[in-house]
């Protein structure tokens, strides 16, 4: 799964998105809580700075944009300069809002948050004032919205219905809109508010309610796989839907779909902030499927996205590029550090995609000691990705004699692979790594000082292809061989 995410996630391409929705503009104003007003006991708010972001559908455009789709946005804004400034936002993310139609008896919904500072750095949401229209549109805003649809779903791969029961999406809307995208073939997701009725999405592709906006719509609570289970069952055979994504917080998500169906689990998080996470859930199902994902794909992917998210302050956007640093990350626990060189040049490849430089070292690193940590370290703060060629023991032999090494080639490895400077170790069998090197292909080549009169190894193919070698400072009276004559000498003072 590890490679096809990998591959999936690299080649979403530029799916086209007809997103409709509740597009909300979110505003922050942060500033200083440092004393209690003497009129009321409720903190004092100065103001240190102001910011604005899209909340709502708009969120899910940004999340889209950052993917790499091309997002068309419909929905309602008001005329005022919340509406202009929304519009402004999206454009710069790099959807288009052309199909946010001004309606003259609202405002653009604008969610202010007071976020209070502790230090300067230290957030805390203080309070929310929600400016915002809720009653359903009128009859001739609701049907301009429904010609801008018509007129814009040929162009898509596929279509999102964001509903925040802002007045936007109603039942008449829903319905002929769904209509109209089944007899086009799109498929149509839809994240859904909290309510009891669904029937309005009736004939989606797929839904993605958390567990409790499921559990508002099935009449029971879902505490439990099993409730998921019986819920999704419940969602799709109602709706007559394709798939149903059950998002499960911590425990990751539940799917339901013609080929898979069953718990798709997340890493645990320490959760910083939810606010934006089923914005982003939504972008990564749209992109991927429109991308030739398949669901259980699709949801892996989502979780993956959804789990970053909720780690940043407020709505946040998550790039490709750190779902595949996440999928990396997840996956070294599963496939460790140590590998072959065959295995090692795939890893490396998705680092190099990430424009990730890599350095290389080699070594016995038979006993470690203090001068190896530091050696290392040193290594690491060179680059991004370390690799350690390290020496069989057959070369160990041959390059230190046949008491040598101490330490298997194994153990060798394992102590290695404890080290947080180290990101790959492969073993080689040669009495020099000039072969493992052209394999590798390094960008920075580190040796110890002590090798600049020898000649270091690699020094001639890594320049020629635009790399450096570094020789980094040695700890003095560090090394393996002192370390072990120690031990023998403890050894024999002990005898004797």
């Not at 653009?108 to 809720?134: F, Y």
């Not at 020629?464 to 400072?473: D, H, I, T």
Request: glycine residues 8%.
């Amino acid at each position: 799964m590890y490679k096809k995410l990998i591959k999936a996630v690299t080649n979403l391409g530029t799916p086209r998105v007809l997103l409709v929705g509740d597009f909300i503009l979110d505003s922050y104003i942060y500033g200083d809580a440092l004393r209690i007003s003497p009129e009321a006991p409720v903190p004092v708010l100065k103001v240190v700075d102001r910011e604005h972001s899209c909340g709502g559908a708009a969120s899910v455009a940004a999340d889209l944009a950052v993917l790499g789709a091309k997002t068309t946005c419909l929905g309602v804004v008001g005329k005022d300069s919340n509406g202009k400034l929304l519009k402004d936002l999206l454009e710069k993310q790099g959807a288009d809002p052309a199909g946010l139609i001004e309606a003259t008896d609202r405002p653009t919904i604008n969610k202010l948050r007071m976020v209070g500072l502790a230090q300067h750095r230290h957030r805390q949401q203080l309070l929310r004032v929600d400016e915002e229209n809720t009653e359903p549109l009128t009859r001739a805003d609701s049907q301009r919205l429904l010609e801008v649809f018509e007129s814009r779903l040929a162009e898509a791969d596929v279509v999102c219905l964001q509903d925040y029961r802002k007045g936007v999406l109603s039942e008449q809307f829903c319905r002929k809109a769904i209509e109209l995208a089944r007899k086009a073939g799109k498929r149509v997701l839809v994240d859904p508010p909290m309510d009891k009725n669904y029937d309005k999405f009736k004939g989606a592709s797929a839904m993605t309610p958390n567990r409790y906006e499921a559990s508002a719509a099935v009449g029971f609570d879902i505490n439990t796989i099993d409730d998921a289970a019986r819920a999704a069952q419940m969602l799709t055979s109602k709706l007559d839907l394709e798939a149903v994504v059950i998002t499960l917080d911590k425990e990751g998500a539940y799917l339901r779909s013609p080929v898979h169906t069953g718990h798709i689990p997340t890493v645990p998080r320490t959760v910083y902030d939810v606010t934006g996470a089923g914005d982003m859930v939504l972008a990564m199902l749209a992109a991927s499927l429109a991308g030739g994902c398949d669901y259980e794909t699709a949801v892996h992917l989502s979780n993956i996205a959804g789990g970053i998210e909720v780690e940043k302050f407020g709505v946040a956007t998550v790039s490709i590029d750190e779902i595949v640093n996440e999928i990396i990350a997840n996956n070294k626990h599963k496939t460790g550090k140590i590998h072959t060189v065959e295995s090692l040049q795939k890893e490396l490849s998705f680092h190099r995609h990430q424009g990730e430089s890599i350095v290389f070292t080699n070594g016995c690193f038979d006993v470690i000691h203090r001068g190896h940590i530091e050696y290392l370290g040193f290594c690491k703060q060179q680059g991004d990705i370390l690799v350690v060629g390290l020496n069989s023991d057959r070369s160990v032999r041959e390059l230190k004699g046949p008491e040598r090494p101490i330490n298997n080639q194994h153990d060798r490895a394992a102590v290695l692979a404890g080290l947080a400077s180290v990101d790959y170790i492969t073993i080689f069998d040669e009495p020099d790594p000039l072969a493992l090197i052209k394999q590798v292909g390094p960008d920075i080549l580190v040796k110890g000082e002590d090798w600049a009169e020898k000649g270091v190894v690699g020094r001639e193919f890594v320049e020629s292809n635009g790399g450096k070698v570094v020789l980094a400072p040695l700890v003095d009276g560090k090394s393996s061989t002192s370390t072990i004559n120690k031990m023998k000498e403890l050894d024999g003072n002990d005898r004797d």
